[in-house]
C-alpha cells in the first residue's frame, strides 16, 4: 500500500474503530509496523490532523473541517438512505424530522455525482402499516436515557393490570409495530420491557444511575447471546 493511501486508511480506522485506537490495531489493520504507525501518526499531525493520544494508550481523531470528508460508495449511499428512510417511517415523528435533516446534510456534503446517486436511488422503503406511537412521552423517555435518570413510570400490562415502577432507562427498541422501552426495573431487579403505548405516565425522579447504562446494555446483549436470541 502506498504512504499516501495508507495516511488516508489511518484517518478512516480511527473513523471507525473504537476509540482509542491502539497502534498495534493499526498496523494490523494496515500490515506495516508499530513504528511506522508512530511516522504516519507524525506525519499526519504535521500535515494539520488533531489526533489526541500516545504510544501505550491509543489514538483519538478529532473531527476537523481540515481533513478529508468522508466519501462514501455506492451501495454505502444507498444504505444510508435506507437507513434514514426507515427512521422516517418510524411513527417517532421527532426522530421522523431529525432523518430528513440529516439526509439534507448529508447529500449536502457529496459531489456532484454522488448527489445525482443518491438522487436516483435503487432501493425504497414504503410501509403499509405505520407504527403509531404516542409522542406524549417518547421526548422525556429519550432525554431520560441520555441523562441516565431513573424514571417512574404509570404502567398497564396485556391484561390491563396497572402498576408503577422505578426504572432505569436503557435504550428504546423499534419493534416491528411497537416501541418498546429496555429498562432495568428496580422492583424486579431485572431487565423489564416496556411498550411505549402502554405507559400512561412517565416521570423524571432527578436520580442520575450514571455510569450503569453502557453496563448493563452490554450484559443485557451478552445475556441474549448467551440465550441464542437476536438483540
Known sequence: MAR?????RLLHLMRTL?????????????EVSERAIYRDIAALRAAGARIDGEAGYGYVLEEDPALPPQSFTRIEIEALLIGLAEAQNSGDSEIAEAAQLALSKVIATLPERQQREAAHAVHYVFRYDRREIPA?????????????????LSYRDEAGNATDRFVLP??????????VLLAWCK?????????????????????????????????????????????
Open 4 to 8: 499516501t493511501d495508507r495516511l488516508f
Open 18 to 30: 473504537p476509540r482509542p485506537v491502539t497502534a498495534a490495531r493499526l498496523a494490523q489493520e494496515t
Open 170 to 179: 436503557l435504550t428504546i427498541l423499534y419493534a416491528e409495530k411497537v416501541l
Open 187 to 231: 422492583l424486579r431487579q431485572d431487565w423489564r420491557s416496556f411498550r411505549i403505548d402502554r405507559i400512561a405516565t412517565a416521570e423524571r425522579t432527578g436520580e442520575s444511575f450514571r455510569p450503569r447504562r453502557v453496563g448493563l446494555l452490554r450484559e443485557y446483549t451478552e445475556r441474549m447471546k448467551a440465550r441464542g436470541r437476536r438483540v
Open 136 to 152: 406524549r412521552d417518547l421526548a422525556l423517555i429519550r432525554s431520560a436515557c441520555w441523562e441516565e435518570e431513573t424514571l417512574r
